[in-house]
């Protein structure tokens, strides 16, 4: 049974299997058109699965496949999750200009907007790519109207991470006296380390147990909220094989067939909404150096 005390935030980034960013020499943006889209059927079973457990969660979601599939959309807002941007393209924003990345989030946050009627205030970057040579992103973010961030993962990778970064969230202070909530993915303390229990391929390819123990850790040792997070791709075993470096392929493929197991597994261990709801009130940048927390809510509703 989970801590009925503690609601986790549960995210889903919304891209198909040929978009991510371990093909993406392989895969060029003009030739996504080619290839089978599974986007749509991953994601209703996702939604079938957490409505099964009763639960909310935030779906990220890329503006190309919300401008291809717009009732991939429609159906996430009308069952009552809260839909939130994961960037137009999925390029990583260390590859992109000042310029090009505002053009490509309000895109995509226009397009999101107009199918569900409903302001977009959450972003979380492709592949975690707000790093320490990209926090201008954020600044960007907050001019487009954004409330918060969910990019920034504390833990030392060869594509992203910032491991000196606070673990939990907190206000991160812009230019000009504004500032912006950060919802870092989790990560538990051993030994001095941060290890990475937030998800994806560390669901995938990590023992349950380790997922398991790190979320507890969070939840009943550190008595915050966990940020949680999978893409519709990883439950689905049958996908298409692309070619890709021996890391890429291990990396996408490996576990795909425990997903869906373990995500319901997870889903009677602990409690989760959606990331956007469990955000506190907003706090003076004053207090980015105590952190903020999340609610700590009871249900999963």
Request: aromatic share 12%.
């Amino acid at each position: 049974m989970h801590n009925a005390l503690i609601r986790n935030a549960l995210t889903v980034d919304v891209e198909d299997y040929y978009q991510v960013s371990a093909f993406e020499s392989r895969v060029s943006f003009d030739q996504w058109p080619r290839y089978e889209s599974r986007v749509a059927s991953n994601t209703a079973r996702i939604l079938e699965i957490l409505d099964q457990h009763h639960v909310k969660a935030t779906f990220f979601v890329l503006g190309w496949t919300a401008e291809r599939d717009p009732q991939v959309v429609r159906a996430i807002h009308a069952a009552g999750h809260e839909v939130a941007s994961h960037g137009y393209r999925h390029q990583l924003i260390y590859h992109m200009s000042r310029q090009a990345f505002q053009d490509d989030v309000a895109r995509a946050k226009a397009i999101l907007e107009d199918i569900t009627g409903a302001p977009v205030l959450g972003y979380r970057a492709p592949s975690y790519s707000i790093v320490k040579e990209t926090l201008w992103a954020l600044d960007v973010l907050a001019d487009l109207g954004f409330q918060y961030d969910s990019s920034i993962f504390p833990i030392h990778h060869d594509r992203y991470g910032m491991p000196n970064a606070p673990r939990f969230p907190y206000v991160h202070p812009l230019s000009e006296g504004r500032s912006i909530v950060e919802v870092p993915l989790s990560t538990a303390r051993l030994f001095g380390k941060n290890l990475p229990v937030a998800g994806g391929g560390y669901f995938r390819i990590f023992p349950y147990f380790y997922t398991r123990w790190g979320l507890r850790q969070i939840n009943d040792r550190e008595k915050q909220p966990a940020v949680f997070y999978l893409h519709p791709w990883e439950i689905d075993p049958q996908q298409p094989r692309l070619h890709g470096s021996l890391l890429s392929r291990f990396r996408h493929y490996t576990g795909l067939t425990k997903t869906e197991p373990r995500l319901q597994r997870l889903l009677r261990d602990f409690a989760f909404g959606p990331l956007g709801s469990l955000i506190a009130p907003p706090v003076s940048p004053a207090g980015a150096a105590h952190g903020v927390t999340l609610r700590a809510a009871t249900g999963v509703g």
